[in-house]
């Protein structure tokens, strides 16, 4: 598919401007120069390119003249800026004015590639869109859930499936991996929907009072019981009680709720009269339930009660492409809620989140937009804005020695002048991966002298 790609590079320095044209032609791409501002707005004129990737300082004019006549001419035509002389502002208005994505000088090979292929993939993307929107709609969305990933599409046709029935269901995943919106889609989708849905977090009730809340109680059966209380499953009576945490539950209580789901009746405590209900159990659980059955912290005859249907939700670094779905999903989000104007997510940051692991999964992406969003200056979140930010900082490092520096070290102890000797070592060779060899130029991306950089290249050889 890259043949089909035309790209023209408009730098005013013959060295970037070859080596681009050398290193995007390798890539399969059909590759286009400009030395200067006009003989760009000249070539932009006669010919249609799919992408254009210019500096911002050029001889004659600036790279936001031939990103404007970029546009002006075809809308479609993706822009992408370079400059070693790049600030917030300069970005900012870049991005306002359409570009796709704003690369300081010196940048990474392999980052330039990715954001080039994310780009024209996101055009190919956008004009399959427009053939199948309705079609495509349907599969980002299942009421609150985002995601277009193939993990998520197998979940919205497994919600679709079961939740005409009544049959229980336990949902499995990380924490924040969002088990309690599959919970309530699943009600959505069943006759129930009309009905009471109740949330009981089953780890976060003292076990004193577990009984009490899931059941109710009947006056002067305990100390502080001053009257009457119904519980939750009595609440969600024709409806649904969602169990999340179900694994924290002490084994007295699951003995109690054993009964409950078998009989679909129970006492309150201290009555005699049994309460009848129908309830739909949807279980929920971090926890792996089967080797908590093995080592005898859960029974066994109450995991095959709820777990008549199971869904594992995927952690979100293993669903691919819904990072930044969710990401833009967010930032409008928060935008709205808190008055503000933010209008996209730059290309950089999303590169930065969908290499992040998200140990929190999809609740530390919404807190980390939620956040970017309230502490944003601009209308663009940009990867400063991102408070993982740090991660872009020292991801280099990690590719070094495979290692990574993490500044709350410092209160177990740290080796500094190893640190530091690591870091050095990474800039001299990224420095000069960048200047094909060259030391000067080398020197020059450091701000070094000449005789400077080679004494630190001795120093760390």
């Known amino acids: 598919m890259n043949k089909l790609h035309k790209i023209l590079v408009v730098d005013d320095e013959t060295s970037m ?6 290193f995007l032609s390798k890539e399969g791409y059909q590759v286009s120069e400009a030395k200067s501002g006009k003989q760009a707005l000249n070539m932009i004129q006669k010919n249609n390119y799919d992408l254009v990737l210019t500096d911002i300082r050029l001889g004659d004019i600036t790279g936001l003249e031939i990103l404007r006549q970029s546009k002006k001419r075809n809308q479609d035509t993706i822009v992408i800026m370079i400059s070693a002389y790049s600030t ?8 306002n004015e359409g570009a796709y994505d704003f690369v300081p000088k010196p940048f990474d090979n392999q980052e330039l590639k990715h954001t080039i292929q994310k780009a024209l993939e996101i055009k190919t993307f956008d004009q399959e869109k427009e053939r199948t929107s309705l079609e495509l709609q349907d599969n980002l969305h299942f009421n609150s859930i985002i995601g277009r990933s193939p993990g998520m599409q197998a979940i919205y046709k497994r919600i679709a499936q079961i939740g005409p029935t009544k049959t229980n269901v336990l949902i499995t995943g990380e924490s924040g991996t969002g088990k309690e919106l599959i919970a309530r889609a699943i009600h959505d989708q069943s006759d129930r929907k009309d009905k009471p849905f109740v949330v ?3 780890g976060g009730i003292p076990d004193t009072l577990i009984e009490s809340e899931f059941f109710g109680h009947i006056r002067g059966s305990f100390t502080g019981a001053i009257s009457d209380k119904q519980g939750l499953f009595e609440s969600a009576d024709q409806g649904t009680i969602f169990l999340d945490e179900i694994g924290e539950l002490s084994p007295i209580l699951q003995v109690k709720l054993l009964r409950a789901v078998q009989e679909t009746s129970f006492k309150p405590v201290g009555g005699t009269k049994e309460i009848v209900v129908d309830v739909r159990i949807i279980s929920a659980t971090n926890k792996k339930l089967e080797e908590e059955v093995i080592e005898g912290n859960f029974r066994e005859d109450l995991f095959f009660r709820l777990n008549v249907i199971p869904i594992k939700v995927p952690p979100l670094r293993d669903r691919k492409g819904d990072v930044e779905l969710l990401s833009k999903h967010f930032a409008k989000k928060y935008s709205s809620e808190m008055e503000k104007d933010i209008v996209k997510l730059s290309s950089y940051a999303i590169d930065f989140l969908n290499k992040y692991s998200f140990p929190g999964n999809v609740r530390e992406l919404e807190n980390l937009i939620e956040r970017s969003v309230a502490l944003s200056s601009t209308n663009i979140i ?5 408070t993982i ?3 872009k900082k020292r991801r280099w490092v990690e590719g070094i020695k495979g290692q990574r520096f993490d500044l709350n070290d410092v209160e177990q102890g740290v080796d500094l002048d190893k640190i530091l000797s690591t870091i050095e070592h990474g800039y001299l060779k990224k420095a000069l991966e960048i200047a094909g060899g060259n030391k000067s130029k080398a020197a020059d991306y450091l701000n070094l002298s000449l005789r400077s950089l080679r004494y630190r290249i001795d120093k760390n050889s």
């Open 200 to 202: 009981v977090n089953c």
């Open 88 to 95: 917030t502002e300069i970005a900012v208005e870049a991005m």
């Open 382 to 386: 940009l990867p400063e804005s991102l």
């Open 389 to 391: 930010s740090m991660y």
């Open 17 to 22: 401007r070859e080596f681009l044209e050398v």
